[in-house]
C-alpha cells in the first residue's frame, strides 16, 4: 500500500467531491425537461437535531473518500485527533502552513505506512491461523480432493466433455464467500450469469474452472496463495481463503482481442502502488 496524498489533499479532494456531487444534481434537475430547480431549504424550519445529522453525514461522506483511513486499525482517541486536524484546517487561514512544518506531510506519510503494514501483517497472521485449522478439517472430508499446487475442491456434478482450456471464456454462476460464511461476491436474479476468461481470473479459479465441463459444479477451496496472497481486495482481507460455489453453464472460445492473463498478486500489488505493472 502507498499513501501519496498529505491530510490537506485528502481534505480537498473529499469535500470537492461532495461539492461536485451535490452540484452536478442540482444542474441535472435544472436541465430542460427536468422537473424545475426546488426552492432553496429555509433554515429557520430546520431542527438544531436535524442539522447535527446533516453534518454528520457530511463526515462521513469525507470520512469514506479519504484514501487509506480504514486499513490503520485506528483506536477512537485516534480518530478524535484526526478530526481536531480536519478542524484544524477548516478554521485555518489561507496561508496557514501544515501543523508541523513542511515536513510533517513526508513524516506522516512514513508513519501511516508503517501504521497500514503493522495492520495488514496481524491481519495476513490472522488468516493464516484461521486457514491452517480451516484446511486442515477439510481434509479429513474424503469428497474434497487436492491438486499439487494446493487448491481443494470438490466436484458435484462433472458436466460434458470437452472441459474449459485457457483459451476459453466461461459463463457461470457462482457465490464466493470467506470461510466464516460472508458473501464477498455472486451472481443473483439481477446478474444471473457473468463471463470471465478461463485465464482472466485469480490462478486458483483458473485451475478449478478446467476441472468441469458444461453443466458441471464445482466448490473450490481456494487458498491465499491462489487467489489474492497478501493484497486485500475490496471485502476480502490480506491472506484470506477464498470459497467458490461455481457452475458452468457455457465454454467458448475466448476472442483474441479480450484475452487477459491471470490476475497475480503482483499485479495486484502493482495496482495499489505497491510495484510496477508486469508485462504479459
Do not use: C
Not at 501544515?98 to 495488514?120: E, F, H, S, T
Not at 466448490?219 to 482481507?237: F, M, S, T, V
Not at 484475452?259 to 504479459?280: F, H, R, Y
Amino acid at each position: 500500500m502507498s499513501i501519496k496524498i498529505n491530510s490537506r489533499a485528502a481534505w480537498a479532494v473529499a469535500s470537492l467531491t461532495a461539492i461536485v456531487a451535490v452540484s452536478t444534481l442540482m444542474h441535472a434537475q435544472s436541465a430542460p425537461g427536468l422537473p424545475a430547480e426546488p426552492a432553496p431549504l429555509d433554515l429557520s424550519t430546520v431542527k438544531p437535531e436535524e442539522a447535527k445529522s446533516y453534518l454528520t453525514t457530511y463526515g462521513f461522506l469525507i470520512g469514506q473518500r479519504v484514501a487509506g483511513v480504514q486499513p490503520l486499525g485506528l483506536t477512537a482517541e485516534e480518530i478524535d485527533q484526526i478530526a481536531a486536524g480536519m478542524k484544524l484546517a477548516i478554521t485555518a487561514k489561507p496561508t496557514d502552513d501544515i501543523p508541523g512544518g513542511k515536513d510533517m506531510g513526508m513524516k506522516m506519510q512514513d508513519y501511516l505506512k508503517a501504521r497500514a503494514d503493522k495492520v495488514a501483517k496481524a491481519e495476513v497472521a490472522k488468516q493464516q491461523a484461521a486457514s491452517d485449522k480451516f484446511f486442515a478439517d477439510l481434509a479429513k472430508n474424503p469428497n474434497v480432493k487436492k491438486t499439487d499446487t494446493g487448491l481443494y475442491y470438490e466436484i458435484t456434478t462433472p458436466g460434458t466433455d470437452p472441459k474449459p482450456t485457457d483459451k476459453d471464456t466461461v459463463t457461470v454462476k457462482y457465490k464466493g464467500t470467506l470461510i466464516d460464511g460472508t458473501v464477498f461476491d455472486q451472481t443473483d436474479d439481477k446478474d444471473p450469469t457473468r463471463d470471465f476468461a478461463v485465464t482472466g481470473v485469480i490462478p486458483g479459479w483458473t485451475e478449478g474452472l478446467k476441472l468441469v465441463g458444461k453443466g458441471g459444479t464445482i466448490k473450490l477451496y481456494i487458498p491465499a496463495k491462489l487467489a489474492y496472497g497478501e493484497q486485500a481486495n475490496g471485502p476480502i482481507p490480506p491472506g484470506a481463503t477464498l470459497i467458490f460455489e461455481t457452475s458452468i453453464v457455457d465454454i467458448k472460445p475466448t476472442p483474441a482481442s479480450s484475452a487477459t492473463g491471470q490476475i497475480t498478486p503482483e499485479m495486484l500489488k502493482a495496482l495499489s502502488g505497491g510495484g510496477s505493472m508486469p508485462s504479459n
